[in-house]
């Protein structure tokens, strides 16, 4: 199975930034769209961010609308998220995902059902 592998994930005080990043060695990401999702203990998995295929289009969660920025560099192969002004409620397992041939549209909630491949997530912690 591909393997899609998360780094980033630190400690930050509230207000503070961090960037992670995301890549996968055997699956170009050309013709996926590509999520990150984040996990807090005892929650459910949420998608936070979608940027489709071809750098088409991206989409925010609202609680993460105007903080966080998601950007992708295919001749890299990387997939980044820029989180800006965190906040104690954004601290979970961060995990990219990729779907094939996935234009991202509004209905976050759906995504999951259409995730092909999953990275094994990298931990943010937002505490003072």
């Known amino acids: 199975q591909v393997q899609l592998v998360e780094s980033g994930g630190a400690l930050v005080q509230p207000g503070g930034s961090l960037s992670l990043s995301c890549t996968a060695s055997t699956l170009p990401f050309d013709f996926f769209g590509l999520v990150w999702f984040r996990q807090a203990p ?8 979608c940027i489709s295929m071809g750098d088409a289009g991206t989409v925010y969660a ?4 105007g903080r966080f920025t998601i950007s992708r560099d295919d001749s890299k192969n990387i997939l980044y998220l820029q989180m800006n002004n965190l906040r104690p409620e954004d601290t979970g ?9 996935y234009y991202c549209t ?3 909630p759906t995504i999951h ?11 943010v912690t937002v505490s003072s």
Request: glycine share 8%; charged share 25%.
């Open 42 to 49: 005892g929650k459910e998995r949420e998608a936070v961010s």
């Open 62 to 65: 609202d609680a993460v609308q």
């Open 93 to 101: 397992v961060y995990f990219c995902a990729a779907v094939r041939r």
């Open 106 to 108: 509004t209905d976050l």
């Open 113 to 123: 059902n259409a995730v092909n491949y999953w990275g094994t997530g990298t931990l």
